[in-house]
């Protein structure tokens, strides 16, 4: 049976990859593209943040099923937000220490639901192994110490870390990670300059070791963040960016006799989380909520929340969510959200519904799952309202209605999962392509690439997969169809490996 390399390429982008492979500057994943299948409009899960993403890849459910329901979110039982790394000042306002353990520890041993199998679990019982490079969502039955490299210690102040989980073999850069054998050797790209190894140079590093070694497990998923970070700054220069990670990609497959044998021998599948937007140069291209939620208190960023407050923000760049403290205050937000055209969609639940009304118009929509329209994923709803403002397209039939989306792909289970995620009141907003969400201490990208929102630009991503045949096992793929996948793949005889 062939072993299965997943390349998870933050913000790897359709049109990006197209103008590269137009421009012949990756090879290597012209070559998989051109020997594998291709889909250049997979679907991705909402918000459209690494954390809740990487959560849906590897559970194979939305938000409202695994319980991560975005990067930041506010934890009403603690009272406080959760923020697992976006931004220095958001981090230094709540401490390191907390926005360290949050992502570490917390975010795979507490906030991940116990109610959901990972990846690495479902294959450990099926007699298979696995790994997880870099990864922030890695929940399997090894325990693995912390070890904090000295600077980090002394930014959280020596306070201890639990041991946390992966699967067999498993890294988080030289923060944690399981043993090799033989062991890797030390490189700079472990160092400070190097993020302590959360970069694509350590996590092709540690692949390439297991490849040429031969103890690579039967499931590796590799997370290379480089283009993400270089996009949000430099997004004009995509390409070029690209560029480095299909050098990172073809130096794993020149790990073999030639790239035609690397595919012989395993299956590769490479995607991306989301992608990114271009956000106007001009500062009206910030939606200022602190403006917009003056005269209401909102709650300070570095928390406790106070009896006094009526609303907290968890921004995530191009979407939001608002939590009301008090009741009537939700009337209030909603109002004042709905008189600026910037924003795209403004959403929240009404029992088992969820409402969604838009920037600037008075139409409204709402939806519940089960009923009489069934999405192109089969899935069931019942819809009362405009659909237009979700594009979505109502087709008839004698069965029943069929819905198709538009300018918002999957949007009924992406927004349901995220607004149910949280059994607190939510609202929840997007901002218009464009536009980026500005509230205190949040990151802002004035001329830069942001994301989050439902939008296609951001939700739309590349998938490719080489070494599994030619035949097309999705008409329609979407990031949570993977997971159910790659375990026939490795557990089903039927592609005959
Ligand atoms: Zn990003």
């Known amino acids: 049976m062939k072993k299965v390399i997943f390349f998870m390429i933050d913000s790897l982008m359709p049109h990006v990859l197209d103008e590269c492979i137009r421009k012949r500057l990756v090879p290597g994943l012209k070559f998989l593209i051109e020997k594998g299948v291709y889909w250049d409009q997979c679907t991705t899960v909402f918000p459209t943040m690494t954390a809740t993403v990487d959560c849906s890849l590897i559970t194979g459910e939305y938000a409202d099923i695994h319980k991560i329901p975005a990067l930041i979110w506010y934890n009403p ?22 926005c360290a353990h949050d992502v ?13 199998h990972t990846i690495y679990e479902d294959l450990e019982k099926a007699g298979k192994t696995s790994g997880s490079i870099n990864l922030i969502a890695h929940r399997s039955s090894q325990k693995y110490p912390v070890k904090m490299p000295f600077l980090l210690k002394l930014g959280t102040m020596f306070r201890p870390f639990e041991d946390v989980s992966g699967p067999d073999v498993f890294t988080l850069g030289r923060v944690a990670r399981s043993k090799l054998d033989p062991p890797l050797p030390w490189s700079w790209d472990e160092t400070l300059i190097g993020h302590y190894g959360i970069n694509d140079h350590f996590a092709t590093r540690v692949l390439c070791h297991l490849i040429r070694h031969q103890i690579l497990p039967d499931f590796t998923m ?37 790239w035609e044998d690397a595919i012989q021998k395993h299956v590769f599948i490479l995607t991306g989380d989301h992608g990114q937007t271009l956000i106007g140069q001009a500062k009206d291209h910030n939606i200022d909520l602190d403006d917009h939620l003056k005269g209401l208190k909102i709650a300070d960023y570095a928390g406790p929340v106070k009896e006094s407050d009526d609303l907290v923000i968890a921004n995530n760049e191009r979407m939001t969510n608002i939590y009301p403290l008090k009741p009537h205050v939700d009337t209030e937000i909603i109002y004042r959200l709905q008189q600026d055209p910037r924003i795209d969609l403004i959403a929240y639940k009404s029992d088992q519904w969820v409402e969604v009304r838009s920037g600037g118009k008075q139409e409204s929509l709402r939806f519940c799952p089960e009923g009489s329209s069934v999405d192109i994923y089969g ?4 819809l009362e309202g405009n659909p237009a403002i979700l594009d979505l397209e109502i087709s008839g039939s004698v069965t029943g209605e069929k819905v198709s989306f538009g300018d918002y792909p999957d949007v009924l289970s992406r927004l349901y999962g995220a607004l149910f995620s949280q059994s607190c009141p939510i609202i929840s907003c997007t901002a218009k392509p464009g536009y980026d969400f500005k509230s205190a201490y949040s990151p802002t990208h004035l001329g830069g690439g942001s994301h989050g929102s439902l939008h296609y630009i951001d939700s739309t991503v ?20 993977l997971k159910g996948y790659i375990l026939d793949l490795l557990t089903k005889t039927k592609h005959g490996f």
């Open 77 to 98: 039982e603690e009272k406080r937000l959760v923020n697992y790394i976006n931004g220095m000042m958001p981090v230094l306002k709540l401490g390191m220490y907390t």
């Open 104 to 116: 570490i520890c917390s975010l795979n041993e507490s906030h991940l639901s116990k109610n959901v």
């Open 222 to 258: 590799v997370y290379l963040p480089d283009n993400d970070h270089k996009v949000h700054r430099k997004p004009k220069e995509a390409c070029q960016i690209l560029k480095k990670v299909d050098d990172k990609i073809q130096k794993v497959l020149n790990m073999f006799s030639s």
């Open 379 to 382: 899935r069931s709803w019942t």
């Open 462 to 481: 590349p998938l490719i997969i080489a070494g599994a045949g030619q035949d097309s096992p999705f008409e329609n793929p979407r990031l949570v169809d």
